[in-house]
């Protein structure tokens, strides 16, 4: 079934969300042993339909499975990515990320339409930016400004614009998420580039604490 966006898409993709997270408790039992390999590879199958399903409505492109593999390689690399994802949605509609971080991630999130319709809270995507939704939207009369268009911040609040060139610098949540040299951020009102990294390759402190040159 195909989803044109708008309230059906957010509703699918909640729900495919809530189907793998449920699900991810079934997959440890299965890796410490406590599910029969039929019973695994049944769920193995239903999760990689619900990945493929939830990638294709956020606008990415599922990996093809090439190669027979065993179960335990099958453990460690069925939607570890997506899976990954799923709280991460959720902390950002909870507001428990910051809107840096989140605009970092901007097609976990579903883009907006005519035909919208979300609770308070829920994150979009439109035009170059993202945006999060001051009040329930709970039918199509009611979606009645673009979220790019919202500058008196009527019914969307301004997250960000991916890509932007100084973005506001926030704490590392996600490995992606760390700085490497050359990256320019903005930190009390001031702007910054990286300059050092850890032993790890990663930069994951504020430009107050290590790593990082004021630029001129």
């Not at 079934?1 to 969300?17: K, S, V």
């Not at 049944?42 to 493929?52: F, M, N, P, V, Y």
């Not at 609040?157 to 991916?162: A, D, N, S, T, Y």
Request: charged share 25%.
């Amino acid at each position: 079934m195909e989803y044109a966006g708008g309230h059906e898409a957010q509703a699918r993709i909640n729900a495919l969300i809530q189907l793998l997270a449920n699900s991810q408790e079934q997959v440890i039992g299965a890796q410490e042993g406590r599910m029969p390999l039929e019973q695994y590879r049944a769920l193995k199958t239903q999760r990689q339909l619900w990945s493929d399903e939830l990638r294709e409505l956020l606008g990415e492109t599922a990996a093809p499975e090439t190669t027979e593999r065993t179960p335990d390689v099958l453990l460690a690399t069925v939607d570890n990515s997506l899976v990954a994802a799923i709280p991460f949605v959720l902390l950002a509609k909870s507001e428990k990320i910051d809107d840096t971080t989140i605009c970092e991630h901007p097609n976990l999130f579903v883009a907006w339409d005519e035909h919208y319709t979300g609770a308070r809270g829920d994150i979009v995507r439109d035009g170059d930016g993202v945006f999060r939704q001051i009040h329930d939207i709970l039918d199509h009369a009611q979606n009645t400004i673009r979220p790019s268009e919202d500058t008196s911040n009527q019914l969307w609040r301004p997250l960000g614009k991916p890509g932007e060139e100084w973005p506001q610098w926030s704490r590392p949540i996600l490995p992606d998420d760390s700085y490497q040299i050359g990256d320019k951020v903005t930190y009390n009102d001031k702007r910054w580039i990286c300059s050092a990294v850890g032993g790890d390759g990663r930069n994951v402190w504020a430009p107050s604490e290590y790593g990082w040159t004021e630029a001129e």
